[in-house]
C-alpha cells in the first residue's frame, strides 16, 4: 500500500533557503542533539532547580526507548523512503566547506516507517515538558508541541518521509511517553524505564537479523544496557542529589561519550565492539554524577 499522498511531493518546490532551515530545524530531532542535550540536563538540571537526577535519567531512558522502538519497527515494517531521500541539492550560496555537512543533514537512509524524528521529538520534548520545573506547565507544553511539529514538518521538507511516516511516528511517542510515565511513576523509578528499552532493543535486534543492516539496532542495544547499568550503578547515591558536576567533567564526559557513540556508527567495528562501545558511552553519561559530582 502506498504511503504518498502528495504531500512530500508538493513541498519539494519549496526554495533552497527554506530546506536550509529546516535542514538546521531537523536536528532538534537528531538522535546526537537528544542525547547531548539530555545528558547535559541530567548532569546540570538538579544544581540550577531544573528538574532531578531521576527525571533527568527518566528522559535519557525515553530517548533510548524511543530509539530503540524506531528501530524495531523500521526493520519490522521495511518501507522505503521516497525517491531521492538519500540525495539533496546544495545551495549554491552556501559555503563549499559546508556542503558534506549539508547533504548529511538534509538526507536520510534505511527504512522509512515511521519517522524517528517525529516519534523522538514527540517523546523527548513531550517529555521534558510534562517533567521539567522550568516555565509552566501550559508554557512548556505549547514550546514542546511546536518543536515536535516544526521537527516533523521538517521531514516533509526535506523529503525523506513521507506524511504516513510523521504522523505515525508522532502517534507512537504519544503511546511511549504514556507508556514511561506510568512506568517511571512520572520519572521517580527510570530504572524501570531502562529495563523496558532493553526489551525493546532486543526485539530490535531480532528484527534486524531479517535484513544485512544490524550495527544500528547493536548499538541500541549496547546503549539501553549501559542506561540500565550506569543508572543501577548510581541509584543509590543520585536520588535527591543536587552535587554539581564541574563543567570540565562534563565538557569531558560530553566528547568522550559523544565520541564513542558517533565512532561506533561511522566506523562500523564488529558487532561485538559496538555493543560494548554503547554500553560505556551511555554508562558513562548515567555514572558521571556519581563519579565527579561535587
Same mark, same amino acid.
Given at each position: 500500500m502506498s504511503r504518498a499522498v502528495g504531500v512530500t511531493d508538493l513541498l519539494a518546490s519549496a526554495p533552497d533557503w527554506v530546506v536550509a532551515v529546516f535542514a538546521l530545524v531537523t536536528q532538534l530531532g537528531d538522535a546526537w542533539f537528544l542525547f547531548g542535550a539530555f545528558s547535559l540536563l541530567y548532569w546540570l538540571g538538579p544544581s540550577r532547580d531544573l528538574l532531578d537526577r531521576p527525571v533527568g535519567a527518566t528522559l535519557i531512558g525515553l530517548g533510548l526507548a524511543a530509539v530503540g522502538l524506531t528501530v524495531? #519497527?523500521?526493520? /519490522?515494517?521495511?518501507?522505503? $523512503?521516497?525517491? @531521492?531521500?538519500?540525495?539533496?541539492? %546544495?545551495?549554491?550560496?552556501?559555503? #563549499?566547506?559546508? @556542503?558534506?555537512? !549539508? &547533504?548529511?543533514?538534509?538526507? @536520510?537512509?534505511?527504512?522509512?516507517?515511521?519517522?524517528?524524528?517525529?516519534?523522538?521529538?514527540?517523546?523527548? !520534548?513531550?517529555?521534558? #515538558?510534562? +517533567?521539567?520545573?522550568?516555565?509552566?506547565?501550559?508554557?512548556?507544553?505549547?514550546?514542546?508541541?511546536?518543536?515536535?511539529?516544526? %521537527?516533523?514538518?521538517?521531514? /516533509?521538507? +526535506?523529503? &525523506?518521509? !513521507?506524511?504516513?511516516? =510523521?504522523?505515525?511516528?508522532?502517534?507512537?511517542?504519544?503511546?511511549?511517553?504514556?507508556?514511561?510515565? $506510568?512506568?517511571?511513576?512520572?520519572? $521517580?523509578?527510570?530504572? $524501570?524505564?531502562?529495563?523496558?528499552? =532493553? %526489551?525493546?532493543?532486543?526485539?530490535?535486534?531480532?528484527?534486524?537479523?531479517?535484513?544485512?543492516?544490524?550495527?544500528?539496532?547493536?548499538? =541500541?542495544? @549496547?546503549?539501553?544496557?549501559?542506561?540500565?547499568?550506569?543508572?543501577?550503578y548510581a541509584d543509590g547515591d543520585l536520588v535527591g542529589d543536587r552535587r554539581v558536576v564541574p563543567l570540565p567533567a562534563a565538557g569531558v564526559g560530553l566528547l568522550v561519550a559523544g565520541g564513542l557513540f558517533a565512532g561506533s556508527l561511522a566506523v562500523e567495528p564488529p558487532l561485538p565492539v559496538v555493543f560494548a562501545v554503547n554500553v560505556a558511552s551511555v554508562g558513562l553519561v548515567l555514572a558521571l554524577p556519581a563519579v565527579a559530582g561535587e
Amino acid at each position: 500500500m502506498s504511503r504518498a499522498v502528495g504531500v512530500t511531493d508538493l513541498l519539494a518546490s519549496a526554495p533552497d533557503w527554506v530546506v536550509a532551515v529546516f535542514a538546521l530545524v531537523t536536528q532538534l530531532g537528531d538522535a546526537w542533539f537528544l542525547f547531548g542535550a539530555f545528558s547535559l540536563l541530567y548532569w546540570l538540571g538538579p544544581s540550577r532547580d531544573l528538574l532531578d537526577r531521576p527525571v533527568g535519567a527518566t528522559l535519557i531512558g525515553l530517548g533510548l526507548a524511543a530509539v530503540g522502538l524506531t528501530v524495531a #519497527a523500521k526493520f /519490522l515494517f521495511a518501507l522505503p $523512503r521516497p525517491p @531521492g531521500a538519500g540525495t539533496a541539492a %546544495v545551495p549554491p550560496w552556501l559555503p #563549499a566547506a559546508l @556542503g558534506d555537512l !549539508y &547533504v548529511s543533514a538534509a538526507t @536520510g537512509d534505511g527504512f522509512g516507517f515511521p519517522s524517528g524524528h517525529a516519534l523522538g521529538s514527540t517523546v523527548a !520534548y513531550g517529555g521534558l #515538558a510534562l +517533567l521539567a520545573d522550568a516555565w509552566d506547565r501550559r508554557r512548556r507544553l505549547l514550546a514542546a508541541g511546536l518543536v515536535a511539529v516544526l %521537527v516533523s514538518l521538517s521531514r /516533509l521538507v +526535506l523529503g &525523506v518521509h !513521507y506524511l504516513a511516516d =510523521v504522523l505515525a511516528g508522532m502517534a507512537l511517542g504519544v503511546v511511549v511517553l504514556w507508556t514511561a510515565l $506510568r512506568l517511571t511513576e512520572r520519572g $521517580r523509578r527510570p530504572g $524501570r524505564l531502562f529495563a523496558g528499552a =532493553v %526489551v525493546v532493543a532486543v526485539v530490535g535486534v531480532g528484527f534486524s537479523l531479517l535484513h544485512a543492516e544490524r550495527v544500528e539496532a547493536m548499538a =541500541v542495544l @549496547g546503549a539501553t544496557v549501559g542506561g540500565l547499568l550506569g543508572w543501577r550503578y548510581a541509584d543509590g547515591d543520585l536520588v535527591g542529589d543536587r552535587r554539581v558536576v564541574p563543567l570540565p567533567a562534563a565538557g569531558v564526559g560530553l566528547l568522550v561519550a559523544g565520541g564513542l557513540f558517533a565512532g561506533s556508527l561511522a566506523v562500523e567495528p564488529p558487532l561485538p565492539v559496538v555493543f560494548a562501545v554503547n554500553v560505556a558511552s551511555v554508562g558513562l553519561v548515567l555514572a558521571l554524577p556519581a563519579v565527579a559530582g561535587e
